[in-house]
């Protein structure tokens, strides 16, 4: 059975950070790239980093420099550091596999992420 749970989230000022964590079932997370992406409100969900099995990271250029993917496989856990959160970061964020064109059908719940004074 999949499942992907999401934690972290939260409210948060601009200029401040947020540590997400995602618990994989080992169906999905086993030998796989890992991915964070994000749901804002009106918009498409959209990759915003990802981390291959051997912990190469890659990011998109509007969190590059502020975001950090990790991941410890021992745990079956992907993590997002988000630092210098600013309020176009404000989205529900979740985790799930990571393939170049590939869409998956099934995701968690997500973790809502707003940033605002």
């Known amino acids: 059975q999949e499942q992907l749970v999401e934690s972290g989230g939260g409210l948060v000022q601009p200029g401040g950070s947020l540590r997400l964590s995602c618990v994989a079932s080992?169906?999905?997370?086993?030998?796989?790239?890992m991915g964070w992406y994000r749901h804002p409100a009106g918009g498409p969900r959209e990759l915003v980093a990802a981390?291959?099995?051997?912990?190469?990271?890659i990011y998109d250029n509007s969190v590059r420099g502020r975001f950090t993917i990790s991941r410890d496989n021992s745990k079956n856990e992907v993590y997002l550091q988000m630092n210098s959160l600013k309020p176009k970061d404000t989205a529900v964020y979740y985790c799930?596999?990571?393939?170049?064109?590939?869409?998956?059908?099934?995701w968690g719940q997500g973790t809502q992420v707003t940033v605002s004074s």
């Open positions: 981390i291959s099995y051997d912990g190469t990271p």
């Open positions: 080992e169906n999905i997370f086993a030998h796989e790239q």
């Open positions: 799930n596999r990571w393939r170049p064109g590939v869409k998956y059908d099934y």
